[in-house]
């Protein structure tokens, strides 16, 4: 199911493109109870395979070379400005944040203080293919 994505970031993965933090089901685990919902596969097999980051400027959050959760504080710091509570913030495009909805399992856009979410894919590694395939248009 990842082979195909997995070797596009293969061929254009740079030094420092991802962190490849040591993520595993405990650290899963304490995110989860921390933002309290559960977090899909797609995206636990993207922190687990690749921790945080992504190709030519495009940055997923996920987890730090050091353990820190970084996608569990920016989830957290955004509930502050209206994100909705079954929601994982995964990256800033500055007009609005991708969101994984996780009960859906649908990648939204939002605006900060926004209340409304658009539906832009169906499923993370949807959102993913397409966002690699972005950067690797620019490369």
């Not at 400005?81 to 990256?91: D, F, V």
């Not at 800033?92 to 859906?104: F, H, K, P, Q, R």
């Amino acid at each position: 199911m990842y082979d195909d994505l997995v070797n596009v970031i293969s061929k254009y993965e740079k030094k420092g493109s991802f962190t490849h933090s040591c993520v595993n089901d405990d650290l899963i685990l304490r995110a989860e109870k921390k933002l309290n919902l559960s977090i899909p596969k797609e995206y636990k097999w993207f922190l687990k395979k690749y921790g945080h980051g992504g190709l030519d400027g495009i940055e997923i959050v996920g987890v730090g070379k050091n353990g820190r959760l970084i996608f569990v504080d920016y989830t957290s710091e955004l509930r502050e400005y209206g994100l909705s509570h079954n929601m994982i913030a995964i990256e800033n495009c500055d007009e609005w944040i991708y969101c994984l909805d996780t009960v859906s399992h649908n990648v939204v856009m939002w605006v900060l203080k926004s209340e409304t979410y658009e539906v832009v894919y169906n499923n993370f590694i949807d959102y993913l293919t397409d966002r690699i395939n972005d950067a690797v248009e620019n490369i």
